[in-house]
């Protein structure tokens, strides 16, 4: 962070700035007198503002005043509901590579998380069913996965999220899909389409929880306003945790994230597209190196490349940073299945994207 002249694809997140409609709706809402104190569950026109959007994008019904928490952040809401959750001596199964705060969140409640690896089957990454059976304990209470996923790109299939949501009936565990990526998706039938989420397969009466935000989505990293969906008995006891925890999200920034909901799709759009370039750039400069893996991601904005031999990724990273001052993540962050590889952050201009892109390739060549 203290070097000069980085380029840097750690982050994840875009340097793009929130857009202006966005930051104008919060001015408004501080002239408006948005600055006291919400419910804990979060402003009710946010919750019903969220619920249009699952009605208007996946066609499930939600009910805004039971099924719907606002949070400061999706990492709050990852935090909240695994807490609901998991008693000290629980474990929890994540799918890994993943993003680590979700196996981070688990070990603060003094529970147990248990790693079971995506393997990657023909250039894609897949989840292992097997693994799965032979990770679960009379201990195991919550399986959780994030799609897309952060590192991999990866976005679950519906045979695939149908088997997730089947399993944990089967074992009676909390389901639990991080799905803050879910407009970041190149795959679809058009631009724009969200990722199927796993609420359109469950019932409201399945142990399914949904961790979201408008970090990624709407360029609103810093402002912290995110959400949790789960089970009305789920939602009632996080909304009483909230209350010990930060009482609720910013009032003026729910505000914001309301704006962020009604006037936000062309905005999105055009990310999506500059976004879909950017996989592009990166994946053709990388494409043909030998030794180097690059499963083409279906979401979010990352790579996730596979260096043959490579067993120490974070020397990797650090030798990479010393030597061309371009700043990656070590795959060994995101769990043990990560170790050989590394994560570029696509998110970047083409300013800072195409000079980094030149210098790793030369460094992967040499």
Same mark, same amino acid.
């Given at each position: 962070?203290?070097?000069?002249?980085?380029?840097?694809?750690?982050?994840?997140?875009?340097?793009?700035?929130?857009?202006?409609?966005?930051?104008?709706?919060?001015?408004?809402?501080?002239?408006?007198?948005?600055?006291?104190?919400?419910?804990?569950?979060?402003?009710?026109?946010?919750?019903?503002?969220?619920?249009?959007?699952?009605?208007?994008?996946?066609?499930?019904?939600?009910?805004?005043?039971?099924?719907?928490?606002?949070?400061?952040?999706?990492?709050?809401?990852?935090?909240?509901?695994?807490?609901?959750?998991?008693?000290?001596?629980?474990?929890?199964?994540?799918?890994?590579?993943?993003?680590?705060?979700?196996?981070?969140?688990?070990?603060?409640?003094?529970?147990?998380?248990?790693?079971?690896?995506?393997?990657?089957?023909?250039?894609?990454?897949?989840?292992?069913?097997?693994?799965?059976?032979?990770?679960?304990?009379?201990?195991?209470?919550?399986?959780?996965?994030?799609?897309?996923?952060?590192?991999?790109?990866?976005?679950?299939?519906?045979?695939?999220?149908?088997?997730?949501?089947?399993?944990?009936?089967?074992?009676?565990?909390?389901?639990?899909?991080?799905?803050?990526?879910?407009?970041?998706?190149?795959?679809?039938?058009?631009?724009?389409?969200?990722?199927?989420?796993?609420?359109?397969?469950?019932?409201?009466?399945?142990?399914?929880?949904?961790?979201?935000?408008?970090?990624?989505?709407?360029?609103?990293?810093?402002?912290?306003?995110?959400?949790?969906?789960?089970?009305?008995?789920? #939602?009632?006891?996080?909304?009483? *945790?909230? @209350?010990?925890?930060?009482?609720? +999200? $910013?009032?003026? &920034?729910?505000?914001? !994230?309301?704006?962020?909901?009604?006037?936000?799709?062309?905005?999105?759009?055009?990310?999506?597209?500059?976004?879909?370039?950017?996989?592009?750039?990166?994946?053709?400069?990388?494409?043909?190196?030998?030794?180097?893996?690059?499963?083409?991601?279906?979401?979010?904005?990352?790579?996730?490349?596979?260096?043959?031999?490579?067993?120490?990724?974070? #020397?990797?990273?650090?030798?990479? *940073?010393? @030597?061309?001052?371009?700043?990656? +993540? $070590?795959?060994? &962050?995101?769990?043990? !299945?990560?170790?050989?590889?590394?994560?570029?952050?696509?998110?970047?201009?083409?300013?800072?994207?195409?000079?980094?892109?030149?210098?790793?390739?030369?460094?992967?060549?040499?």
């Amino acid at each position: 962070m203290g070097m000069d002249g980085v380029l840097r694809l750690y982050f994840g997140e875009s340097n793009l700035p929130t857009p202006e409609y966005i930051k104008q709706a919060a001015v408004r809402a501080l002239a408006d007198g948005f600055t006291f104190y919400t419910e804990n569950a979060g402003l009710p026109s946010l919750r019903r503002a969220l619920a249009e959007n699952y009605s208007r994008l996946h066609h499930v019904d939600l009910d805004p005043a039971t099924e719907l928490v606002v949070t400061a952040s999706g990492v709050q809401a990852l935090n909240l509901g695994i807490r609901c959750v998991l008693n000290p001596g629980d474990e929890a199964i994540v799918l890994t590579p993943a993003w680590p705060n979700g196996a981070s969140s688990i070990m603060m409640a003094n529970a147990t998380a248990r790693q079971v690896a995506h393997p990657l089957v023909n250039g894609r990454y897949t989840v292992d069913f097997a693994a799965l059976e032979a990770a679960v304990t009379e201990r195991t209470k919550l399986l959780l996965y994030t799609s897309p996923s952060n590192p991999l790109g990866w976005v679950a299939t519906e045979e695939e999220q149908r088997g997730l949501l089947e399993f944990a009936r089967r074992h009676g565990l909390w389901l639990m899909a991080d799905e803050v990526y879910d407009r970041l998706y190149y795959s679809g039938t058009a631009l724009g389409e969200p990722v199927p989420s796993i609420l359109r397969m469950a019932t409201r009466e399945d142990a399914v929880m949904v961790v979201h935000s408008f970090s990624k989505s709407y360029c609103m990293t810093g402002w912290r306003v995110g959400w949790l969906v789960a089970r009305r008995d789920l #939602a009632a006891k996080a909304t009483q *945790l909230n @209350e010990f925890i930060i009482s609720h +999200a $910013p009032t003026f &920034a729910q505000k914001a !994230a309301e704006t962020a909901l009604a006037e936000g799709e062309g905005e999105l759009l055009a990310m999506l597209e500059r976004l879909k370039a950017n996989r592009n750039l990166c994946m053709d400069a990388l494409r043909g190196l030998p030794g180097i893996t690059v499963p083409k991601p279906d979401g979010a904005f990352y790579l996730f490349p596979k260096v043959e031999g490579l067993t120490d990724s974070f #020397a990797f990273c650090r030798r990479l *940073l010393e @030597e061309t001052r371009v700043g990656l +993540a $070590p795959g060994v &962050a995101f769990g043990d !299945a990560g170790e050989g590889s590394f994560r570029i952050c696509y998110a970047a201009e083409p300013r800072i994207l195409e000079p980094a892109m030149e210098r790793l390739t030369r460094f992967l060549r040499t």
